[in-house]
């Protein structure tokens, strides 16, 4: 099992040789955003959002905190959060 710091660095490796753009926060690997499009066949097809991601310091045995910084229009997103409100994402079992 990898530590968590070199978790933490093969994930955010992975991420950043995505298709995904990713503006990390001063060159920290604890926050950074992740601009993203929406699914082609979808109705966030067209679509362009941003989320800002918070990697605790215990992960990855404790869930990153996510949220949107643009509005999403989504069942499982509270809107004057724009964080996901899915009980099971915002607890520490994910």
């Given amino acids: 099992m990898a530590l968590p710091s070199k978790r933490r660095e093969m994930d955010m490796m992975k991420l950043?040789?995505?298709?995904?753009?990713?503006?990390?926060?001063?060159?920290?690997?604890?926050?950074?955003?992740?601009?993203?499009?929406?699914?082609t066949d979808s109705l966030y097809e067209g679509g362009v959002?941003?989320?800002?991601v918070e990697l605790p310091e215990?992960?990855?045995?404790?869930?990153?905190?996510?949220?949107?910084?643009?509005?999403i229009y989504h069942p499982n997103v509270d809107e004057s959060l724009f964080r996901c409100n899915k009980p099971d994402m915002e607890s520490n079992v994910w």
């Fill in 49 to 52: 959002w941003k989320i800002k």
């Fill in 16 to 39: 950043m040789m995505s298709d995904y753009k990713v503006d990390t926060v001063n060159d920290d690997l604890h926050m950074f955003y992740v601009t993203f499009h929406g699914p």
């Fill in 58 to 71: 215990a992960y990855p045995y404790k869930s990153p905190s996510v949220g949107f910084v643009n509005k």
